[in-house]
């Protein structure tokens, strides 16, 4: 059998799997996979006050070791359709690109993994010296509650074992094998909030406003954490809201707070970086503000892949075919790596990012060729 990437992505792009819908994307993956020899199976999951979701995985071979290749089919919505040049869901190619939401991000990754895989069976007898696994979910691009994380139990709950990961993400910057991501930042999110006293302004010898105490701790907590690390920038504080919604004039408020996000490297666990920030904001305080901090649950920490023989592996495939021996990156957002590397080493490692979430989201036609290449040489050593 042989499989065209393109058409594929071209197919999936076609099905409107906006998070949760399915959209009928994992049943046009599980109809490909299960006629190539792949044991597909479903699973949906849900909880209170989230939507259900549709999630999917395959394996061939039963022996170790087991690569797995991860990934989601479902894409942030299109925004409005019609400032797209190609209508987002119609997986035009035009020129020498291919349109629509999910192209790179990341429809297009899946589509090669799976032509490789399936090129890999044809000319090896129908089956790989090992296993050879699809995890994909349909809840990334939103909560991410009913996916991965608990796929990824799902299936070991059921025995299922995994030696090696390649998440499917649009890591490449400017042209594909220029980038694996081997870690990810952690992310953390808090409120700071500061109380006063309400009163007149006319009076403020009566009142105590916070907003002036608010100002002085957000100041001390734009300090530098760190001078980053030897895989990671610096870790970085950002305000993303300063709030006190007082309408009135003449009012000094009772409460001031604000948001922020805190990106950080391996220099800090999350415990230790809230008690620095708290220190921080204690010694600023000094005595005369009063506040509090709110830190919202987070599952997304810091972690690195260790560099190592799969890591090698990954290294040689992509300089093999492209020439270009790529960079290792913790950059970015989080990913669904942040569960993976729970159960074995995952890298990232897709198409190029540029267009991801925009209008007119589109990938080359040749890189969905080269892609493909790469992850059929990376499958040939893997099971060499
Ligand atoms: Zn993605």
Redesign the pocket.
């Given at each position: 059998m042989t499989a065209d990437p393109v058409a594929i992505a071209r197919d999936l792009v076609r099905c409107r799997s906006v998070t949760p819908e399915e959209g009928g994307a994992l049943g046009f993956l599980q109809d490909l996979l299960a006629q190539a020899g792949f044991e597909v199976q479903r699973a949906v999951f849900a909880e209170p006050g989230t939507a259900p979701v549709d999630n999917l995985y395959a394996r061939i071979g039963m022996a170790k070791p087991n690569l797995v290749f991860a990934?989601?089919t479902d894409v942030v919505p299109a925004g409005n359709e019609t400032s797209w040049s190609h209508p987002p869901f119609a997986g035009e190619v035009a020129g020498d690109k291919l349109y629509g939401r999910g192209a790179v991000?990341?429809k297009g990754g899946i589509a090669c993994f799976v032509a490789a895989a399936l090129d890999y069976l044809a000319v090896n007898g129908g089956k790989p010296k090992g296993s050879l696994s699809f995890l994909i979910t349909g809840d990334?691009?939103s909560v991410a509650v009913n996916g991965t994380v608990k796929l990824l139990q799902w299936a070991s709950q059921r025995g299922e074992k995994f030696d090696h990961c390649i998440l499917g993400?649009?890591s490449n910057v400017e042209f594909v094998g220029d980038t694996i991501k081997a870690g990810r930042r952690g992310s953390l999110n808090g409120t700071l909030i500061v109380t006063g006293r309400q009163g007149h302004v006319a009076y403020p010898e009566r009142a105590d406003n916070p907003i002036r105490g608010l100002i002085t701790l957000m100041a001390a907590l734009q300090v530098a954490l760190d001078q980053g690390s030897a895989r990671f920038a610096p870790s970085n504080l950002e305000f993303t809201s300063v709030d006190v919604g007082n309408p009135t004039v003449n009012l000094i408020p009772g409460e001031a707070r604000a948001r922020f996000n805190i990106r950080y490297n391996d220099c800090h666990s999350q415990a230790a970086l809230k008690t620095l920030i708290e220190q921080r904001a204690r010694a600023a305080a000094a005595g005369r503000v009063h506040y509090a901090f709110d830190w919202q649950p987070s599952n997304a920490d810091v972690f690195v892949t260790q560099p190592g023989p799969f890591t090698e592996l990954a290294v040689a495939a992509i300089a093999e075919v492209t020439g270009h021996r790529p960079k290792l990156s913790t950059s970015g957002g989080t990913?669904d790596a942040r569960f993976i590397k729970d159960y074995c080493p995952v890298l990232e490692f897709g198409l190029v990012g540029q267009t991801?979430h925009a209008v007119d989201e589109c990938t080359p036609v040749a890189d969905l060729v080269m892609l493909t290449a790469i992850y059929r040489r990376i499958i040939e050593k893997y099971f060499a």
């Open positions: 990934g989601h991000d990341m990334e691009e993400e649009p990913s991801m």
